[in-house]
């Protein structure tokens, strides 16, 4: 039976009707509606949906157990930060403000105890960042955990080959306290670019985007009777802070690093020279019928 371009539609949102599960028929009729659409407003060749196709190939053929490109696709189009923004109008808006998982979080970051350094290759300034797990009413959440990975002061992840960085660098598993205090060692990182050695970078590169985040370290908070929480601490006045590739930065996210020359309080951490100090306060959502 001939099927005409304004017919087609219809024709393939009868086909999922029948799909048993609603919010999957849901989905794939949603889809279906916004993928023509997109085709009948764009209007490409068959040529020009062949390269289309070849890039979401080799976007699948990029990924591996430590490099996921489509989530970086996701990431450069704006879509997993409007994915985490929908997601916490859900719950309630006192909670720290969720953003992108990002490509990094590949390897298990290894369990470490309060106050251990992440920086596993003794950068010149040590930096303290210390913080504490609430609940949107102001109680700590006792023995919480936080997940932490971050670029080093280069700019490098230790699953980046050429930094040639022990594995585990800049990553960390901690358990907070009975007052659901955290703190670590580590080092301010550095601004860098996401990976773009694959499609995504060749995207970046015909759109004249750059591919630049600014400076920040990554947190997973979790606690029994929570919903977790994945989250960005940016560095304040960090280069890119406000033109972030992947759209992720928000000003309640933005938090001072600042330069402490006091001994005393140096000692306090075990140091006994000035170091960077950063605090980042983290609030966790009670999870359904907890």
Same mark, same amino acid.
């Given at each position: ?55 979401? +190939? ?21 879509? +997993? ?6 997601? &916490? ?6 909670? %720290? ?25 003794? &950068? ?9 797990? %609430? ?9 919480? %955990? ?14 980046? +080959? ?33 990976? %773009? ?40 006045? &960090? ?12 000003? &309640? ?38």
């Amino acid at each position: 039976m001939d099927v005409t371009s304004e017919e087609a539609t219809d024709v393939v949102v009868e086909a999922f009707s029948k799909t048993p599960d609603p919010r999957l028929r849901e989905v794939l009729v949603s889809a279906t509606r916004h993928l023509h659409a997109f085709v009948q407003e764009v209007d490409p060749t068959m040529a020009e949906w062949e390269v289309a196709i070849d890039f979401l +190939t080799r976007t699948g053929h990029k990924s591996d157990d430590v490099r996921q490109e489509f989530m970086l696709l996701s990431d450069v189009f704006g879509v +997993t930060m409007l994915v985490e923004t929908l997601e &916490s109008l859900r719950h309630s808006n006192a909670t %720290t403000a969720a953003t992108v998982l990002g490509p990094f979080h590949m390897t298990v970051s290894p369990r470490r105890e309060l106050g251990e350094s992440i920086d596993e290759i003794g &950068s010149a300034v040590p930096c303290i960042v210390e913080g504490t797990v %609430t609940s949107v009413t102001g109680e700590p959440i006792p023995h919480a %955990t936080v997940d932490v990975w971050q670029a080093d002061s280069e700019g490098f992840y230790d699953v980046q +080959t050429e930094a040639g960085l022990p594995e585990g660098n800049g990553r960390g598993f901690f358990t907070a306290d009975e007052n659901g205090a955290f703190w670590f060692r580590t080092v301010v990182p550095a601004f860098y670019p996401i990976p %773009t050695d694959g499609p995504v970078g060749e995207l970046l590169r015909a759109s004249a985007r750059h591919p630049y985040r600014p400076a920040h370290i990554h947190f997973i908070a979790d606690a029994p009777g929570f919903l977790p929480i994945t989250t960005h601490c940016f560095v304040a006045d &960090s280069p890119y802070i406000d033109e972030d590739a992947v759209f992720a930065v928000k000003s &309640s996210l933005i938090t001072p690093f600042e330069r402490n020359d006091d001994l005393v309080a140096a000692s306090r951490f075990g140091l006994d020279q000035p170091f960077d100090h950063a605090r980042f306060d983290i609030v966790l959502a009670p999870a359904e019928g907890a």
